[in-house]
């Protein structure tokens, strides 16, 4: 690791003889597996871009040069390359570097990307501003990992290829895959593209062996020629000057071909090839299995997990499956979450009922929706932060035509180690202000495939949330039962308090409750509130508690307090929940602990509110 070693940022990375690039690449690459496997995090997409990383850094004045990368997981190169090699052991952990960019981090990290196929519009902004400083830099978007799918993406081009004077290069990192295998029209015609390769051989060749004078001539026949080989490509008609396929591991392709993009004007597109998991054979063998792996050995590769605890996508992947097989209406959609999600057994089962629009939210809503229109069910698979990128969607398409879609929303709430951009913290509060909708929230396993019966069998829009791993080790009944619409229960009979607890958050409240001899509801319902619930807990108790795992403004509390208010009930509400800030990446219980949404933070915060350090609320003290 001695030239790794001596690289403390980009600048001593461009003081190497090319010579040493292919070296550094090396070792690079092997501490990149080395510190993956100890930390664990993303690895197949980051031994891809070692090479890309290097060449870019070399022949560009980072940081005053911007790079947007995108997906953001990408980035460990990056990383270790401008300046936080060191720092690379307490990546995604409490209190250590991000698993994405990020703009409070480095300075070489010029905009957050953790969601994706955001870069070309990033990266066109950052040009614009330049020319509109006079500043004479460059703006590189280099999207991949599936990016390209989403419609963003393409807006960004259709309003970037106007700009003809403008700074700004995009590099398609084409490796063939997002997190799940490729889908789609665009990753047929990009190896249509591939196909093509020998026109790109024999245009290259043609300009090594013509005289300098001659290249003018043959400039203008390439562009006759191109047309009689294969069509213009689809970034030209965008109004890009296309280049390429490369290969994206040949740093004596990339570093020239660079060199000679830095000096062209207007925008440009770069289409590299790369292959996932490189270097690693493991890793090129079975890229997602090692997309973001645990920790484990690299001489003997991730070894299968022992048997624990069900977790909750496997509850949802279970349950679709088998309500699959009891109605054949049942169409299973993902926005390229087919592992997430827990939908490969479905793919398996019913692959004519399966549906992956790749990194295409808004599209995946939608297209629920048109299928709902005709009779069918769909039912859609999405972790609640990717949610808020199909909102307007679920507003004017699903809910306000009252279209019979059902709504997994998996990481609903903390997420761990991929941070404040994975979390999904805001579902409660931006869905339950939606008419039509019923939103319901798992307090555990057992109870989650219950709600999503109770959601498929609901004739509109209905959503059930639940987190992002193992649950409490419930046992899982196989029936596919309903429950109630928009009721509640009570599970711990107490006095004095009485907390209305959501979710997730039905364990710890019946923690605190035991501490505080405290009356435990689980309210199971957000939309449509048990208001008969909450009013027969106001009028037997002095005081109510509620507790999510969301954002605490225009949350479930609210809604008891809204319902309250609406009554004319007058009562003290303490409201517990996620506080009005982002919450960083590291362990989701120390995280949830952090914010006093543990069983001992729960008990603490109402003593604090309540009773001054007794376990028992006194009215005449409020």
Same mark, same amino acid.
């Given at each position: ?110 905009? /957050? ?244 629009? /790749? ?59 991929? /941070? ?203």
């Amino acid at each position: 690791m001695d030239l790794l070693k001596s690289i403390n940022g980009p600048a001593d990375l461009r003081k190497l003889p090319r010579m040493q690039l292919k070296p550094l690449a090396d070792e690079l690459r092997a501490f990149v597996l080395d510190s993956v496997s100890k930390t664990g995090g993303h690895l197949s997409s980051n031994l891809g871009t070692v090479e890309l990383t290097i060449a870019l850094h070399y022949v560009f004045n980072t940081p005053e040069d911007r790079i947007v990368w995108d997906v953001g997981h990408q980035t460990y190169p990056h990383k270790i390359l401008t300046g936080r090699r060191d720092q690379m052991h307490t990546l995604r952990q409490l209190n250590g570097i991000s698993g994405f960019p990020k703009r409070d981090e480095s300075e070489y990290d010029t905009f /957050g990307t953790a969601h994706s196929s955001t870069s070309i519009s990033a990266a066109l902004g950052m040009a614009m501003a330049a020319k509109t400083k006079g500043e004479n830099r460059h703006s590189i978007a280099v999207i991949g990992d599936g990016a390209m799918t989403a419609g963003m993406a393409f807006e960004a081009l259709n309003n970037a290829g106007v700009f003809h004077d403008v700074n700004l290069l995009v590099i398609l990192n084409d490796n063939d895959m997002s997190i799940s295998p490729p889908v789609g029209a665009l990753n047929r015609y990009l190896a249509r593209l591939m196909s093509g390769k020998f026109y790109a051989a024999a245009k290259n060749v043609g300009k090594q062996v013509l005289p300098a004078p001659m290249l003018e001539l043959a400039k203008r026949f390439e562009e006759h020629a191109k047309g009689m080989v294969m069509p213009a490509t689809m970034f030209e008609e965008f109004g890009f000057n296309y280049i390429g396929p490369i290969d994206g591991h040949d740093l004596d392709s990339l570093v020239p071909t660079l060199q000679n993009l830095k000096n062209l004007r207007g925008p440009q597109f770069l289409h590299v090839v790369t292959k996932k998991g490189q270097g690693y054979k493991l890793a090129e063998a079975d890229p997602v299995l090692y997309h973001g792996p645990g920790k484990f050995n690299p001489a003997e590769g991730i070894k299968p997990a022992a048997a624990s605890k069900m977790t909750y996508t496997q509850v949802f992947g279970d349950w679709l499956c088998d309500m699959a097989a009891k109605d054949d209406k049942l169409v299973g959609i993902t926005p390229a979450m087919r592992e997430g999600s827990g939908m490969v057994q479905f793919e398996q089962r019913f692959p004519d009922r399966y549906y992956d629009v /790749g990194i295409a939210e808004q599209h995946a809503v939608t297209f629920a929706a048109g299928l709902a229109c005709e009779g069918l069910k769909p039912v859609v698979a999405i972790y609640s932060t990717f949610l808020q990128r199909g909102y307007d969607q679920l507003i004017h398409d699903v809910a306000l035509q009252n279209l019979d879609v059902t709504f997994a929303l998996d990481r609903a709430g903390i997420v761990g180690a991929d /941070g404040a951009t994975h979390a999904g913290n805001y579902d409660i509060a931006f869905m339950r202000c939606i008419p039509n909708m019923v939103v319901m929230a798992a307090s555990d396993e057992n109870e989650c495939r219950h709600m999503l019966s109770t959601a498929y069998a609901f004739k509109g829009p209905a959503a059930v949330r639940y987190p992002r791993g193992a649950g409490i080790g419930a046992a899982v009944e196989k029936d596919l039962k309903t429950i109630p619409l928009g009721k509640g229960e009570i599970r711990r009979e107490g006095k004095g308090i009485a907390i209305l607890a959501f979710g997730t958050m039905l364990a710890p409240s019946l923690g605190a409750g035991e501490s505080l001899d405290a009356t435990v509801a689980n309210m199971r319902f957000i939309k449509p509130l048990d208001v008969e619930l909450v009013k027969q807990l106001a009028q037997t108790h002095d005081a109510l508690v509620t507790v999510e795992e969301g954002c605490i403004m225009g949350g479930a509390g609210s809604a008891v307090s809204e319902a309250l208010a609406e009554a004319g009930i007058v009562k003290p509400v303490l409201h517990l929940g996620l506080p009005d800030r982002f919450i960083d990446h590291g362990d989701a219980a120390h995280l949830l602990a952090g914010v006093g949404l543990d069983a001992k933070g729960i008990a603490a915060s109402i003593r604090k509110r309540f009773d001054k350090g007794e376990p028992r609320l006194v009215v005449n003290n409020l």
